[in-house]
């Protein structure tokens, strides 16, 4: 939430000016502010008042809040636009290119860099002027190739996009091949393989007197493998989730099942979401348009950006839909960061009996763009023994490398190290 404990309104006055710039600003943001809300907002204003700060803050958050991912957004630019009298220059100072060396690149908070680009449309970008140089002075030029502009997009956090960086990332996450290992089933075809065919031997030693003069075979049929994704959508991995989904929208969407047998894809594609409760929104991710099927997604999961109940939710999962949907041997990505404040011991029954259910169990965390990063919270440590593998994914080329993973089929990721550092801390 913005810091209101020093909150300064512009010092003209025009209040109801201010405050449709601040809708448009809103607007330029991705949130639905148009006109009719900034009426809205100027005449809750003056219903309620301007004596109290929070109020004023809660005010104008009724008015153009509508869903609980704007929540992050509408703080950030409340607190960028009426917090602090300079905060165009701020706001120049997270745009421009970082300088490396002497000081540390700026990180934005998360909703502060699209924040900052709806309130610097049409403002000068231009870098600020260097200072005169001695004319005997010797000018030092990198002439290394730096990072191109894709390249750095694919290893930019989500947190971290600004929109159109969003929905470039889209575009690049929609391209993504997810080729999945063909599994052997029971059923056999005639043709080159390890079984005897003896009813075709017999058969065909019928034209040869009763003799036969080769044996034939039979290969097992090949079908390719289901996916069930378990999606956290809390407050700390609503974005990771998106871009998740995203990847999974692609994978739902190919060809039909004998294609994707064919081009080695999967097979029925499942979608849960969790917060607070277990939704699942696999009947939403058949619409063709990513944006209508995430829109829908998003509508009937009511607990975007809420609490996290891992445990429940696993449990919700394991009483009601495991049978259902983990009974042909899928794989299972479970997308989360681990943090749950409920009973670790209870949690660590759940994940155990979904490993057991599940072919492979995959678990995606984008706690793992922190260097350095250990299994210190409960959470995690309950969940880590139970998985097969471990990645990261808080990026384009994360996602990329979790493709590529699940080709592969028995990559464990960072779960190895992990697991070691947990041993460690148990011997000391």
Known sequence: MADLTDLALPETGRLAENIAHFGRALRKAGLKAGPG????????????????????????????????????????????????????????????????????????????????????????????????????????????????????????????????????AKRMVARLKLA????????????????PDWRATLRASLRTGGEPLRFATRARR???????????????????????????????????????????GWGRVHAFTFGTRLTNITRHLAARDVDAALAAAGAEAQDWQGGTRIGACLHAFNRDWSRRVLSRGAVVLLITDGLDRGDPAALATEIERLHLSARRLVWVNPLLRWEGFAPRAGGIRAMLPHVDSFRAGHSVASLEALAAALGQGRDGGERGRLMAALAGRARG
Request: charged residues 30%; negative net charge; contains cysteine.
């Open 180 to 195: 999945a290992p063909p599994l052997a089933t029971r059923r056999t075809r005639p043709g080159a393989g390890a079984l």
């Open 222 to 264: 090949q079908r390719p493998p289901d996916l069930v994704a378990l999606c956290d959508i809390s407050g700390s991995m609503s974005s990771y989730s998106r871009m998740v989904l995203h990847f999974l929208h692609a994978a739902a969407n190919a060809a039909g099942a004998a294609g994707r047998a064919r081009a080695g």
């Open 37 to 168: 809300k900034v009426l809205d907002a100027v005449r809750a204003v003056e219903a309620v008042g301007f004596t109290d700060r929070r109020d004023f803050y809660h005010t104008l958050a009724a008015v153009f809040v509508a869903r609980p991912e704007e929540r992050a957004v509408f703080a950030e630019t409340f607190r960028l636009f009426w917090r602090d009298p300079r905060y165009l220059e701020q706001l120049m100072s997270l745009m421009l290119p970082a300088v490396r060396g002497t000081h540390e690149e700026r990180v934005a908070q998360a909703g502060a860099k699209r924040a900052a680009e709806a309130l610097l449309d049409g403002a000068p970008r231009d870098p600020p002027e260097l200072p005169e140089r001695d004319e005997g002075e010797e000018l030092e030029i990198d002439a290394r190739p730096s990072q191109s502009a894709e390249e750095r997009l694919r290893t930019l956090d989500f947190e971290q996009m600004s929109l159109a960086e969003i929905a470039e």
